[in-house]
Each structure stands twice: as C-alpha cells, then as structure tokens.
C-alpha cells in the first residue's frame, strides 16, 4: 500500500541551528508532493509543493524542499530556524496526479526550538 | 476573518450519542472535504464534496453522514458514537476537486472529538 513516511516524530533545535526534517513515501510513479505546517492553535496550512521541474522548491517562511526521485525521499530544510518555526509539519503525497482522494498524509514531525 | 471554520473546537460525549460537528468557508470554493486525524496523527480523507455533490466517499461507518446545505458549508453528524471514534476531525476547502493537481488545501483549525 502506499504510504508516507516521516521518521522524526519530535525533533528540539535551538534558534539558528539548522533543520532537517526527513519525507519518505512509497509510489513509483509520477507524484506531486507537499509540506504543511500546523502552528500551535492554528489550522493546517501549505508550506511548498512540488509539481515537476527544478525539484529544489523554494516555500514560505525561509523553508525548501529537495525532491529526490531515486530516494522516494521529500525532505524539508531551514539553514537557521527560529523560535516562531515551533509547529507540526506534515509531508503529504498525491500519486500520480489523481483526486484530493488520493493525497496521503505523514504522521507529522513536532519541532520545538529552543529560544 | 477565519477562512474555514469549524464548531465546535471540543466535544466530549458519551458512547452511543448522537453529534455533529459544522463547517464553514468563505473562500468562495467549490469543493470541501472533511478529514480524521487518528491517535497516531496520520490524516485520512473521509468524505469530500463539490457544490454540494458528493463526490468522494471513502470507507467510512455509515453512523457517519455528512451534510452539504450549499457550497459553503459541510457538517459531519455521526450516530451512536464508539469509542474509536475518538478522533480529531479537520475540515477543508480547496478551489476544484482537482486538490491533488493545485494542491492548496484550506483546513480549519479542527474539532477534537472524545467519546467516552
């Protein structure tokens, strides 16, 4: 079955460190992929996503992705977090171009920094 | 203004009762879905419509029924109520049924549902 992998289910940075947060998922096919973020008392909200072309997606808030095909593997960076980027962020795949229906969800990463 | 929102935030309630919870966007989209989030925190789509059609309805109990009055709103009312019920239940909009393709899908901020 298809899934959506993500391996760190709570990851504590100080401010300025460096994040990486790791997406894996499992289709072998065409796949549009996405990062959303939940900040605390807020709803879900899109952060990147990757269609086709240059896979280094460039997101709000200073967030990228890099899109790895032979990795299966979506993973979202930050060269210096800040205190504001405490959220859960959640990996999310549609494979192969198909409904809302088919959009996958991760179990989602907490991160905390530490001020 | 809250794009889409839902009420209530909290339910507590006991099995076998019967609930709803409600949703509204004034995004002006077509298409709304309503999602369960489970103890393990995955995200599952149960039920989505578009101008008031339902147009995806996933393996879901049919204690559970949703409700569209029109475009701009979708309530989910659940019967008898089980304790594996107990979920966090998230709202969401997007343009056109074609989500998978924009990828922008509007949440609310969810309604954490406890069956006792």
């Known amino acids: 079955a298809q899934s959506v992998s993500q391996h760190n289910h709570h990851v504590i940075l100080s401010e300025a460190a460096s994040l990486e947060l790791g997406c894996n998922y499992s289709?072998?096919?065409?796949?549009?992929l996405f990062w959303y973020v939940q900040y605390p008392g807020q709803h879900l909200q899109l952060l990147l996503k990757?269609?086709?072309?240059?896979?280094l997606v460039k997101g709000i808030k200073g967030f990228e992705a890099e899109f790895i095909k032979s990795k299966f593997s979506f993973n979202l960076r930050k060269p210096s977090v800040q205190w504001s980027d405490t959220a859960e962020y959640f990996c999310?795949?549609?494979?192969?171009?198909?409904?809302?229906?088919?959009?996958?969800f991760g179990s989602g990463t907490r991160l905390s920094i530490r001020p | 203004d809250t794009a889409v929102s839902q009420t209530p935030k909290y339910l507590v309630t006991q099995m076998g009762n019967d609930k709803s919870i409600k949703c509204e966007q004034n995004?002006?989209?077509?298409?709304m879905y309503w999602y369960k989030q489970d103890s393990k925190k995955f995200l599952k789509i149960m039920f989505s419509?578009?101008?008031?059609?339902?147009?995806i309805n996933e393996t879901v109990p049919n204690r559970f029924s949703p409700k569209s009055p029109d475009k701009a709103h979708l309530n989910l009312h659940i019967n008898s109520l089980e304790l594996g019920d107990s979920a966090v239940y998230f709202c969401?909009?997007?343009?056109?049924?074609?989500?998978?393709?924009?990828?922008?899908?509007?949440f609310g901020e969810g309604s954490r549902l406890t069956v006792l």
């Open positions: 969401a909009s997007s343009q056109d049924t074609l989500a998978g393709v924009t990828g922008e899908l509007f």
């Open positions: 289709y072998g096919g065409t796949v549009n």
């Open positions: 990757y269609f086709s072309g240059d896979p």
């Open positions: 999310a795949v549609n494979p192969g171009y198909s409904s809302a229906s088919k959009i996958i």
């Open positions: 995004l002006g989209h077509d298409t």
């Open positions: 419509y578009n101008n008031k059609e339902l147009i």
